[in-house]
Each structure stands twice: as C-alpha cells, then as structure tokens.
C-alpha cells in the first residue's frame, strides 16, 4: 500500500522533485489550502469518498491516516533535498545560519518520527488513536505488522447494515470483502447487486455511541447469480485509477467495476470450445495485478489486466484424464513463491507454476465435499481448505505435499459458500458456520508434528441469528466484518417451496416453526476498548438469546 500511495501524488513528492532538480532550489511545502484546492480539481466527487469540510471534524479524523500516506511520502521526497542544498549554502552562509538550518532540520526530523508529514496541529490529536489503528494506521499495512486483535473475549459489535437487505425477500448475503487499503468494504447478496460501505469515520475516534446504521455508497447490480467477485490487490483510495474490482456472473463475461462511481471500466470475455461465451466460476488476481485469473470446468484461463476482450491463455487442469478435475471454484496465491492454488468441486486442490500453469502437486481427495475456499498461510508453508457440505477446514503442509497437520471443526450443512480468513501473523483463523456462529481457532497451539490433530477453537460467540457464511479481517485495524443469510425453504406441506440451486447457490435449509432470518452485514470491534468505552466492555457482542 505504501509503495502505490507514494507513486500516486502528484501534487506531494514527485511535484517538490522536479522543481529542486531544476532550479536546485529548497522546495516550499504547500499550504494546506493549496492541497484541498488540488482536491477539489480532480473533477465530480465520486460516492467512495466523502466529501470533507472544514465543519465536519470526524470525516476529516476518518480520512487523516490516508493524508499521512500522501505527506509522508512528499516529506520523503523532500528531506534529501534539503540537506543536499543546505551543504552548498554552508560556505556562504555565517554560523549562525547554520545553527538555524540544524535546528530546523531537527525540528522536522522529529514531526516525521512522529508520523507528522509536515503538519503540526492535528498530528497530536492523532497520536492517540493511531496506537489503536494497528501501530499507525497509515504505515501498517506497508510495514507488515500484524494485527492488533484480542480474541481473548468476545468481540464488540459496532454497527452494520440491515435495512438495506429487507426490501428483497429472502435477500441473504454471499459474502463480505475488505478492500485492501482497509477504506470499505464489498458484499454481495441475492438479489445479484454489489454493494461498497464505506468504513464509518466515528471508528477512529471511539465515538461509537454515534455510529449510525451503515449505508452502501455504490450498487453495482449484475445481470445473474454472481458466482465470484474480487478486489484489485493494488487497490488505494488515493489512486482512483487502482479501484476497482471483477465479478463474475452466470450467462454474463467477468465485469471490471470502478469502485469510485459503480460504473463498468472493462469486460473480459471468455469463449469455450464451441465459441460460445461462458461463465466463470470464480476469480482471482494474480499479487501484482496484472493477470485475472478465472476457473472453469477443468480449465484456467488468465486474462492481462491491461488488455480487456477475448484473447486469454488456457490453462488445462486435466489432460487425458490425468491432473485435477471438475469446476475450479476458488484460487489462492502463494506469497513467498510463483505458485497458486486451485480447488474444485471435485473435492481436491491442486498447486501450480504461476509462468505456464505447470502442476505441481494435486493434493488427496479428504474433503467430504467440493471446495468453495482456501488460503495461504503467509509464510506459504501451510494451505487451508474447507468445503460445501463439509464439517472440516483442513490445513496441508506444503513442504511434505498431501500431509494434513491439523483439521479445525466447524459445522456446514449446505451448499453454500462459507469463507475463513487468516490475519495477517498467520497466527488466527476465523470461519463461521451454518448455526450463525463465528469460531476462532489459534494455529500456534497445534504440535508442528502433529498428524491430522483436531484443533479446538480458542473462542466460540454467536454472531448471527441465521448462517454466518463471510467474514473478513481489517488489512491494518482490529476490525471484523461478518455476514450472514441463506436460502429459507418451507416445509413440505407448506406451498410454494422452491427447490431448485445453482451450482454457487447459497445453499437452503428447511425452516422451521421459530427460525428467523438474519440478513446482515455487521462489524466487529476485536481491539482493546478505550477508557470511555471500557464501561461497555461486559456488553455482549451476540444477539440474546430467545
């Protein structure tokens, strides 16, 4: 994140280096009038971002960590230039003129140790709540540091979105998504449209009595059922040109949806053997962004990010009946080695060679049903799969391929989709399950030799009333999102019971006399509380119980 929001600022660090290089002159930090001028040039304000005003001090604290980013990285563009011209001026300047350059040189010094960028005033309001946005909130994810979670109580439910799924019947989720620079967050839901929230100001500031319920700055409504749908892993809201994000949908090619105005930039178009167009099954982005690649039944195709249409390379997960079958349904890439992975309804995963699709290894048939997730752990040693209609997440050792260390037991009597997310240490994995609960299990507990060991959860909370099918962990903040829903179905002797799913359908269950139906998107405080929030410390963070 750091690396993109330091190449985007035009008006930071890349406009103060071209003035020094050519008039080697000391470049003059602008004002901070100039800066929100250049704001408001950049044309009509998109819904992803607020609009922020003088008389508006939470939307400014909210967007405060994304500024230190564009100051940050003009400061640094700025301090070797100050101290190449203050060595040519020392031979014409008198001593003290040189004390004065020391001293203003430590002056600055100080406010960037700080994370100041230059600016004085609200810095030392912020210092407080950058301790609890994850050691700095704007420098974290670039860092690497892990997350701040304390999962050693049930964590703090903060707001969420409900009205917004109530004026569609049985409008269920599918699913929640952090974008990666941590600014909002995607779902998408039944009635085929994908909704963008944007992460609540007031979070930065404790002020959560004042949270209202969330509402969706973008809706991006697709034609059919949306079968898979990702983020572009560059992504910063300081770049508008890195938002966006690709969905795929039945009957329909791969969209690429800008994030900033809900608007379709690209399409990718793929064709099977009879030149008919198809579907993709799931989607994923390659690391650096410059390849999509999309499942089919034994099939990868991979898209350049660059080039929109129908030329694509075909990849083939099975060749004279030999290699991985089925429909591939969800991808995942290694991040310390040029590999991916690649599960399938055929209830196995396989690992391939990024440069030519090569296959690896095609890890054992042990899963009960077809894959729908998995991850990578981030030192890439370890992969964790889990299944539709599967009562397991299993995690692989990659280093002895088909060895499964441990197993984690969640309950999934469906076919939908259920997602588990890793933090960023590795260390935490959380998943929910058809029941509504959320579990969280410590991976360090498990022996390093142990031999398909059944882990058991570190906390169990009930976060829904109804199937808990998404969560998601904040990129930087001790934040969760959640999301829950299924597919009702009424009893036999009830009418108008439908019967029928998709493939990626979201699975159904027979309602009962009693059931009630939960369709929500909620957030999750799992970070320490601050004084004044230390008295609502005991609340509980799952609906009572009936």
């Known amino acids: 994140m750091s690396d993109s929001a330091g190449g985007g600022e035009g008006s930071g660090g890349s406009g103060a280096g071209q003035d020094s290089e050519t008039d080697k002159e000391p470049p003059q930090p602008p004002p901070l009038d100039e800066e929100a001028a250049d704001t408001s040039e950049e044309g009509p304000l998109p819904a992803k971002r607020p609009r922020v005003s003088e008389e508006d001090p939470q939307l400014e604290l909210a967007l405060e960590p994304f500024k230190l980013i564009e100051e940050t990285s003009a400061q640094g563009a700025t301090e070797p230039l100050m101290a190449e011209t203050g060595e040519l001026h020392q031979s014409e300047e008198t001593q003290k003129e040189e004390e004065d350059i020391a001293a203003s040189r430590e002056s600055e010094a100080g406010c960037h140790e700080n994370g100041g960028g230059g600016r004085e005033a609200p810095l030392g309001q912020m210092n407080p709540e950058e301790e609890h946005n994850g050691n700095g909130s704007a420098d974290s994810p670039g860092d690497g540091q892990p997350l701040s979670l304390d999962l050693t109580q049930n964590p703090q439910m903060l707001t969420g979105s409900w009205a917004e799924y109530s004026n569609f019947p049985e409008n269920y989720l599918k699913g929640c998504k952090w974008a990666p620079d941590g600014s909002c967050i995607l779902t998408n839901s039944a009635d085929n449209v994908l909704r963008v929230y944007n992460l609540p100001p007031e979070i930065y500031s404790y002020n959560w009595d004042l949270l209202p319920e969330m509402a969706p700055v973008l809706r991006m409504a697709e034609g059919d059922t949306i079968y898979d749908y990702c983020w572009y892993p560059k992504m910063n809201s300081l770049e508008p040109d890195t938002c966006f994000l690709a969905s795929s949908s039945r009957d329909n090619p791969v969209h690429v949806w800008d994030a900033f105005y809900g608007e379709v930039r690209a399409s990718f178009r793929p064709y099977n053997h009879l030149d008919e167009l198809t579907a993709a099954h799931s989607l994923c982005f390659s690391p650096d962004g410059t390849q999509l690649y999309c499942g089919f039944d034994k099939m990868v195709r991979v898209f350049y990010t660059e080039r929109p249409g129908r030329d694509c390379e075909e990849r083939p997960t099975q060749v004279k009946k030999r290699g991985q079958s089925g429909i591939i349904s969800c991808f995942g890439f290694s991040p310390c080695q040029s590999v991916y992975a690649c599960g399938s309804y055929s209830r196995c995963a396989g690992l391939y060679s990024c440069q030519d699709g090569t296959l690896l290894a095609l890890l054992p048939t042990r899963h009960h049903g077809g894959l729908t997730h998995l991850l990578f752990s981030p030192d890439g040693n ?52 058809t029941e509504g609960a959320l579990s969280v299990w410590d991976t360090q507990t498990a022996p390093p030799d142990g031999d398909e060991e059944l882990l058991q959860p570190l906390l169990r909370f009930q976060a829904h009333w109804d199937c808990t099918n998404g969560v998601s962990i904040h990129p930087f903040m001790p934040l969760l999102a959640t999301s829950c829903g299924q597919r009702q179905f009424t009893w036999p002797g009830d009418s108008e019971g439908d019967s029928a799913s998709d493939t990626e359908g979201g699975g159904a269950v027979v309602s009962q006399q009693g059931s009630r139906q939960d369709n929500a998107l909620t957030l999750w405080w799992a970070g320490p509380l601050s004084p004044t929030a230390e008295g609502s410390q005991d609340q509980s963070a799952a609906p009572a119980e009936a």
């Open 382 to 433: 370890y992969l964790y799969t889990g299944g539709r209609k599967d009562p397991e997440i299993l995690c692989w050792d990659l280093r002895e391929p088909g060895k499964v260390v441990f197993s984690l037991k969640r309950n999934v009597a469906t076919n939908q989709r259920i997602y588990f997310d890793l933090d960023q240490s590795g260390r935490y994995l959380l998943s929910g399950d």
